[in-house]
């Protein structure tokens, strides 16, 4: 194993500014890390090394001329095959778009590369993105660094795979019902849902507009919190192609502002047991952060289930009524985990425009609710799903004597992207199988920085992350 793979991305751009780390050096070892591990994970779907190794090249040099190098010069990166990477492949998993290559970067990407990242390539996604697992008919399943007969996660599971394997410093994935924490929890990483908005979602497919901006966002994803927070700084500000942008300055808080944050959290949410090692990290995160100064209440907030419920109609219910027609004549194109998601819709009663509109204005009325709630516990602590991860084609789990189906497992990160919350996922215990678990961190919206602050500190007294054996 080589160590600079495993490096925080903010410590590989620091080394290279000091003059010792070669960015060359650096892409060299993320390069031989895919060569060797991505036919056992399949992570990565392109790797563009002659392009790689050109930009380290010219970052090395930059670096022998003192010329003004941005936050991550040189830090290599990786990003989901759902988000616009000029020259690359943008197919999102679907047969329906086999070979599209965009001619331009989407502005996360570009961002990415004004601030000296170098992109490796890009990472494999379940069709359309709508599964908790990453499986297709293009390229085939992800599969866990930590078991190979798991499930790295979804639908930002290849990103999550290269990551925790040191193929990748960190990059970028997208969450429309979980996907990028649920593959962060899964696969022992950090991840970072922001409010809709606070990082454009601009170049990226399916198009984030209509309902679906106010659920579905692109996010950063990486080994450390200190990582999320860089490249989160980067990747943040305002675009004109997103729906629901906003000139949100970066407010980073102090350490004694941090300590004042009230935190409420809570080990299920009263529907879907967790599993006994889940409900431990929790308490262990709370506890971590009681011990460190904080002020920290047992607390479940009223509304999770009717969150679930309007999720539901949005995601699965509008979700299959734009995807169905796209299929139509082409039904053989189909992946079997989209076949599944549109048996799901299909089970349900057609949204109407006036059931959509109805939904639409009950969210409103619930995320009012939820954060006058949040008054007094601005950050809220919570499981990120209810298993770790799970072994590929399981669909239901015993949990505390009940049944926990496929669908329910991951409730806890859909309340979420139906209120508009912020949240992030920071890796906190293991499953008697080694597995890792992950904790959810939830804060008000457009309040990504007391988030990730509050995630540091559970980062620092639990230090749970690790190297995946595979690596």
């Keep these: 194993m080589n160590p600079l793979n495993f490096l925080p991305a903010v410590v590989m751009a620091e080394e290279i500014r000091k003059k010792k780390i070669s960015p060359v050096d650096l892409v060299e070892a993320h390069l031989a890390q895919i060569g060797r591990l991505n036919p056992k994970l399949n992570a990565f779907v392109q790797v563009d090394a002659e392009r790689a190794r050109l930009a380290a090249r010219d970052a090395e040099s930059a670096v022998m001329q003192g010329k003004t190098l941005g936050a991550l010069h040189g830090v290599p990166v990786s990003i989901k095959s759902s988000l616009a990477v000029a020259g690359m492949r943008c197919e999102s998993g679907t047969r329906l778009r086999a070979g599209f290559v ?18 490796l390539g890009v990472t494999n996604a379940p069709e359309l993105l709508m599964a908790w697992e990453t499986d297709n008919l293009l390229y085939g399943c992800t599969n866990s660094p930590w078991d190979l007969e798991r499930t790295a996660g979804g ?14 410093a960190g990059g970028a994935g997208s ?5 990028i924490r649920v593959p962060a929890h899964f696969s022992g990483i950090c991840g970072l849902k922001p409010t809709p908005g606070r990082i454009p979602a601009t170049g990226h497919y399916p198009v984030s507009a209509g309902p679906f901006a106010l659920i579905g966002v692109v996010g950063p994803m990486a080994r450390t919190v200190a990582d999320l927070r860089a490249l989160f700084e980067v990747m943040q500000g305002p675009d004109v192609g997103d729906a629901l942008a906003a000139p949100v300055p970066v407010r980073w808080v102090s350490e004694d502002e941090t ?13 879907t047991p967790v599993t006994a090692e889940t409900r431990v990290a929790v308490r262990a995160a709370a506890e971590a952060l009681r011990g460190a100064g904080f002020h920290v209440d047992h607390f479940r907030p009223e509304g999770l289930e009717e969150a679930r419920q309007l999720w539901w109609k949005f995601f699965v219910g509008a979700g299959g009524m734009l995807i169905r027609p796209m299929f139509s004549g082409r039904e053989s194109d189909l992946s079997p985990i989209l076949k599944e998601f549109l048996a799901w819709s299909s089970s349900e009663p057609q949204l ?36 770790p991860a799970f072994r590929h084609g399981e669909r239901s789990w015993q949990v505390e004597g009940k049944t926990v189906s496929y669908l329910d497992a991951w409730s806890y990160t859909e309340f979420f992207n139906l209120l508009g919350n912020p949240a992030a996922v920071v890796p906190v215990a293991r ?21 990730l602050a509050v995630a540091a500190v559970i980062e620092k007294e639990c230090g749970a992350w690790g190297i995946p054996p595979i690596a």
């Design 102 to 119: 965009p001619d331009r970067d989407a502005p996360l990407v570009a961002r990415l590369r004004t601030a000296g990242a170098i992109v």
């Design 155 to 168: 639908s930002s599971g290849g990103e999550a795979a290269a990551i925790a394997a040191g193929m990748s």
């Design 175 to 179: 969450d429309g019902g979980g996907s």
């Design 259 to 271: 300590r004042k944050l009230r935190i409420g959290y809570f080990e299920d949410d009263g529907r």
């Design 352 to 387: 109407s425009g006036e059931a959509l509109l109805d939904a639409w204005i009950e969210r409103d009325m619930l995320r009012a609710e939820f954060l006058a709630e949040m008054e007094r516990h601005p950050i809220l602590l919570c499981p990120a799903a209810a298993i």
């Design 431 to 451: 499953s008697p199988e080694g597995l890792p678990i992950g904790v959810q961190i939830v804060g008000r919206p457009w309040e990504e920085e007391k988030v």
